[in-house]
Nanobody
């Protein structure tokens, strides 16, 4: 079993940066971030293998977002730069061994409660 808890969401201006975190307890697995904006489907953002050697990104965030992890702290991070209003969403942390390879699973096994990110225009 894996328990996940996100933190660090908030309000940021267009072009700004924000880092959100996901603290995990339980066994170490590949992790990822998904997001869901109001009225839209859930979207894959990024994933990282359990050792951190493999990372994957959704097309809309490539070159702007960076996923990383610190297994000593059981924490995964998402550094978001050059934020745009269309990045506004609830960001969910997810855990699943299958997140270490493409294609990532649409419904990972473990989920956090989400943290809101709002980018003002």
């Amino acid at each position: 079993q894996v328990q996940l808890g996100e933190s660090g969401g908030g309000l940021v201006e267009t072009g700004g940066s924000l880092r959100i975190s996901c603290a995990a307890s339980g066994r170490t697995v590949a992790m990822g971030w998904f997001r869901q904006a109001p009225g839209k489907e859930r979207e894959f953002v990024a994933a990282i293998s359990w050792r951190g050697r493999g990372t994957y990104y959704g097309d809309s965030v490539k070159g702007r977002f960076t996923i990383s992890r610190d297994n000593a702290k059981n924490t995964v991070y998402l550094q978001m730069n050059s934020l745009k209003p269309e990045d506004t969403a609830i960001y969910y942390c997810a855990g699943d061994p299958s997140l270490s390879v493409l294609p990532v699973p649409a419904s990972p096994q473990f989920w956090g409660q989400g943290t809101p990110v709002t980018v003002s225009s």
